[in-house]
């Protein structure tokens, strides 16, 4: 059985909701505190063993390669400063991990961004993380890790899930399971692309992780677009599930939704409280707020 090494980011999209911020600046680099989404993205797949992150970008992210690239200059002139440890924190991003970057030219979907990376994923089951999405497992497995573990048991595709309120399921792609979920996963049946709640075959939704086999690229090629006119990875998975067994995964972690303002708002407030060098400054702040309501 094939092992897996590479992970797919899409970052090409416009990311139009958090304009104005991001006319000039890319979505994924709006940095909760100070590190950018779509570096806990990275980390994430660098945690679960992935050795290469394929970045699927526009021309217009540029910025996402400079963030990503060595700046050793920069580094020098950090350790000049008495900076080490900044010096430092600048060069990991740009070792972590091998990164390779994609270019998507035309915005046709999630189906036609992941079928950019084609040549560069092979013949192999790689994994996908999506941007909008950001889990957290702390003192466990990452997400990709857990999705991993269950590709290398079985040899199957993963979908990562989990329940979201009804009044959401028209935003996610929603599973139908073949049985019930036992040992937190099932067969996947048929899977719908944000249908309407009284359609939904379930609440169990898509949350941004995927592991997939390289037979998805076929599929991909033969979806016509779908819901939106847009080509839907959604579509592709179902006809995969036809041919072989796709295992749909209800995951460990709290899942964050970046790609939303509030859902923004939730993970920095979280995540400074789980600082130490913000928790007492920001829980004080928060107090105060209450008391004064
Ligand atoms: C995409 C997928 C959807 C999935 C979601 C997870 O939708 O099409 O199936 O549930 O990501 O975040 P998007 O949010 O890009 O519209």
């Given at each position: 059985?094939?092992?897996?090494?590479?992970?797919?980011?899409?970052?090409?999209?416009?990311?139009?909701?958090?304009?104005?911020?991001?006319?000039?600046l890319?979505?994924?680099?709006?940095?909760?505190?100070?590190?950018?989404?779509?570096?806990?993205?990275?980390?994430?797949?660098?945690?679960?063993?992935i050795e290469?992150?394929?970045?699927?970008?526009?021309?217009?992210?540029?910025?996402?390669k400079?963030?990503?690239?060595?700046n050793?200059?920069?580094?020098?002139?950090?350790?000049?400063?008495?900076k080490?440890?900044?010096a430092?924190?600048i060069?990991?991003?740009?070792?972590?991990?091998?990164?390779?970057?994609?270019?998507?030219?035309?915005?046709k979907?999630?189906?036609?961004?992941?079928?950019?990376?084609?040549?560069?994923v092979?013949d192999?089951?790689?994994?996908?993380?999506?941007?909008?999405?950001?889990?957290?497992?702390?003192?466990g497995?990452?997400?990709?890790?857990q999705?991993?573990?269950?590709?290398?048991?079985?040899?199957?595709?993963?979908?990562?899930?989990?329940?979201?309120?009804?009044?959401?399921?028209?935003?996610?792609?929603?599973m139908?399971?073949?049985?019930?979920?036992?040992?937190?996963?099932a067969?996947?049946?048929?899977?719908?692309?944000?249908?309407?709640?009284d359609?939904?075959?379930?609440?169990?939704?898509?949350?941004?992780?995927?592991?997939?086999?390289?037979?998805?690229?076929?599929e991909?090629e033969?979806?016509?677009?779908g819901?939106?006119?847009?080509?839907?990875?959604?579509?592709?998975?179902?006809?995969?599930?036809?041919?072989?067994?796709?295992?749909?995964y209800?995951?460990i972690?709290?899942?964050?939704?970046?790609?939303?303002?509030?859902?923004?708002?939730?993970?920095?407030i979280?995540?400074?409280?789980?600082?130490?060098d913000m928790?007492?400054?920001?829980?004080?702040?928060?107090?105060?707020?209450?008391e004064?309501?």
């Amino acid at each position: 059985m094939k092992q897996i090494k590479k992970a797919l980011i899409p970052a090409a999209g416009l990311g139009t909701r958090f304009l104005p911020a991001t006319k000039a600046l890319a979505k994924e680099m709006l940095p909760i505190i100070d590190i950018p989404t779509l570096q806990y993205q990275v980390k994430e797949a660098v945690d679960s063993g992935i050795e290469e992150i394929i970045l699927i970008i526009s021309e217009a992210k540029e910025d996402i390669k400079k963030h990503f690239a060595r700046n050793e200059e920069y580094e020098q002139y950090l350790i000049e400063k008495g900076k080490p440890e900044y010096a430092e924190c600048i060069k990991n991003i740009a070792t972590m991990a091998k990164i390779s970057y994609v270019y998507q030219y035309e915005q046709k979907g999630l189906g036609h961004a992941v079928l950019c990376a084609k040549e560069a994923v092979g013949d192999e089951p790689f994994v996908i993380i999506l941007g909008d999405d950001l889990i957290i497992n702390e003192n466990g497995l990452p997400v990709s890790k857990q999705m991993i573990d269950i590709y290398n048991e079985t040899g199957c595709s993963v979908i990562g899930c989990q329940q979201v309120a009804p009044e959401n399921v028209n935003k996610y792609g929603i599973m139908a399971l073949k049985g019930e979920l036992n040992n937190r996963r099932a067969i996947l049946k048929d899977m719908v692309e944000k249908p309407d709640l009284d359609k939904a075959p379930s609440r169990l939704a898509c949350l941004g992780r995927y592991l997939l086999t390289p037979g998805i690229f076929k599929e991909l090629e033969n979806t016509k677009p779908g819901k939106g006119g847009e080509i839907q990875l959604t579509d592709a998975i179902k006809s995969l599930a036809l041919k072989e067994d796709v295992i749909v995964y209800d995951f460990i972690g709290r899942r964050y939704d970046v790609g939303d303002k509030y859902g923004f708002v939730e993970a920095t407030i979280d995540f400074a409280l789980k600082r130490d060098d913000m928790k007492d400054k920001v829980l004080a702040h928060i107090k105060e707020l209450l008391e004064n309501k």
